[in-house]
């Protein structure tokens, strides 16, 4: 998805490891694992309406946010997570 590209691609640029799991009308797509999920920093979702499966990420450190404000400017999105993280 653009979506899912535009996050890979601002990831690869700031230097970061990106898993990105898709929902929608085909279903999920690209599977977090329960390792996935564990080893992560962040889990970042990324809609505008509830995601299936949510009590997967419980204990996580968690940030939702709506498609337009990762579309418009997701490295700006990543670099405000990193700043987040160090303090």
Do not use: H, Y
């Not at 601002?10 to 898993?19: D, T, Y």
């Not at 996935?36 to 979702?45: H, N, R, S």
């Amino acid at each position: 998805s653009d979506l899912a590209e535009a996050l890979e691609k601002a990831a690869s640029a700031l230097g970061l490891r990106l898993k990105v799991e898709t929902q929608g009308a085909m279903g999920l797509e690209n599977t977090l694992t329960a390792r996935d999920i564990a080893q992560a920093d962040w889990v970042l979702i990324v809609s505008d309406i509830p995601i299936e499966q949510q009590e997967r990420f419980v204990g996580c450190r968690l940030r939702q946010l709506a498609l337009e404000s990762v579309l418009l400017d997701a490295s700006g999105v990543l670099k405000a997570l990193l700043r987040d993280a160090a303090t």
